[in-house]
């Protein structure tokens, strides 16, 4: 896809997320579902999901033959409904391309995966032309003076 990837910790750029400007890139966030159970680490997945960043695209990959997943699915499938219903409202919304809860095979991965990246990048586009950059500032609109 010719992009060049960096690969971070969440918790190295979660606060960055949370309390910096958005993303000068688009990014793609890998999030395991199992996290939703980490009351921490929900809380942070949840006020990032409410921040609204276009440009922060979230996959949840999910191995569907793992037994203890299929035991806690519906469990991480509601917990994930709530911290990320902003980010699965996204990804849900009407599309040519089929796709299932979270990629459970590698090829179900890696068609996400660039649709991910395809969402990023185009919240990131649209950012960009809706912000223009004066001076290397975001730009105000004029009150007409």
Do not use: Y
Not at 71 to 77: I, M
Not at 98 to 125: D, K, N, Q
Not at 129 to 139: E, H, I, K, N, T
């Amino acid at each position: 896809m010719g992009f060049q990837p960096t690969v971070r910790e969440f918790e190295e750029v979660a606060e960055q997320l949370l309390t910096g400007e958005r993303p000068e890139r688009p990014c793609v966030l890998l999030v395991d579902r199992w996290a939703f159970l980490d009351g921490r680490r929900a809380e942070v997945l949840r006020r990032l999901d409410r921040r609204g960043l276009g440009p922060v695209a979230v996959i949840e990959p999910w191995n569907r033959e793992d037994q203890q997943g299929r035991d806690h699915g519906r469990r991480l499938d509601e917990l994930g409904d709530d911290v990320l219903s902003v980010s699965r409202g996204v990804r849900d919304k009407p599309s040519l391309q089929p796709r299932s809860a979270a990629p459970g095979s590698i090829e179900e991965f890696r068609g996400e995966l660039e649709r991910a990246v395809m969402r990023a990048c185009t919240a990131h586009e649209r950012r960009s032309v809706r912000r223009p950059s004066l001076g290397g500032q975001a730009g105000r609109p004029g009150t007409g003076d």
